[in-house]
């Protein structure tokens, strides 16, 4: 399967992104070209790619921390949530089922879009969400590229109904790129725990910018790392 290959590929990158090689170049599988590297805040720094074996529209990014990829995700041209890897543990989540698909062209035209669709993991289980994205006409530039902020809504419950989650907050969109970017957000467990998440853009490095295809986070990493379990916020209709 593409989406294997595309695995592999991140556990070389893995060995380019450890500590003790600080100053790595994320190597794209074969076949892939990286558009745009981002750092973030929270110690995070993303590589985005699109792959020619791929469906026209879909792409990928791969997420890296201090200790190297520990996230990648698949979407396609209308940011509809494919899959993505836990590269931490191997698991893998898949769409299942949609009522209302994501749709980006929506958002862009008509300013809001709702979604409404079911996962599975690789070990079985199923999740609920349901949510909504809404453009506030507000842009930001951030390393020269032009950003439009949106608010959102996201909840996640159990295939019984349960809530596992609840997500709240703001994001960016790049119109052109087709792709979300997290901002700030308050997140809620099911055991009512809250958390304010910041994984903020910091700089975006395109071909030919300092700092493309680096593996090594630079903003927020001397902070002290929660251990409280969260959801990723990277942006998008992600589980």
């Known amino acids: 399967m593409t989406s294997q290959l595309h695995l592999l590929g991140l556990a070389t990158t893995a060995l380019l992104a450890s500590p003790a090689q600080a100053g790595g170049k994320f190597a794209a599988p074969a076949g892939c070209e990286v558009y745009a590297t981002v750092q973030m805040r929270n110690c995070q720094v993303s590589q985005h790619y699109r792959c020619e074996q791929d469906a026209p529209g879909d792409q990928w990014a791969a997420y890296l921390d201090g200790e190297g990829p520990f996230y990648l995700s698949r979407i396609d041209t209308e940011t509809r949530w494919l899959e993505s890897y836990d590269l931490t543990t191997g698991e893998r989540d898949a769409l299942l089922s949609e009522a209302d698909p994501a749709s980006f062209t929506t958002l862009i035209t008509t300013g809001r879009d709702?979604?409404?669709?079911?996962?599975?993991?690789?070990?079985?289980?199923?999740?609920?969400?349901?949510?909504?994205?809404?453009l506030t006409g507000e842009k930001v530039t951030i390393g020269g590229v032009v950003l439009e902020r949106t608010?959102?809504?996201?909840?996640a419950r159990s295939a019984e109904g349960d809530l596992i989650w609840h997500?709240?907050?703001?994001?960016?969109?790049?119109?052109?790129?087709?792709?979300?970017?997290a901002d700030t957000e308050e997140f809620e467990n099911g055991f009512g725990d809250r958390e304010t998440v910041i994984d903020t853009p910091v700089a975006v490095a395109q071909p030919g910018d300092k700092g493309f295809l680096s593996t090594e986070p630079i903003y927020d990493?001397?902070?002290?790392?929660?251990?409280?379990?969260?959801?990723?916020?990277?942006?998008?209709?992600?589980?």
Request: include cysteine; hydrophobic fraction near 30%.
């Open 151 to 155: 608010t959102f809504d996201l909840t």
């Open 167 to 181: 997500r709240v907050g703001k994001q960016f969109i790049h119109r052109d790129w087709r792709v979300f970017w």
């Open 221 to 239: 990493c001397d902070m002290q790392m929660t251990e409280a379990e969260l959801p990723l916020n990277i942006g998008g209709k992600r589980p």
């Open 114 to 134: 709702d979604y409404d669709f079911t996962t599975e993991s690789s070990t079985g289980e199923v999740r609920h969400y349901t949510g909504y994205d809404q």
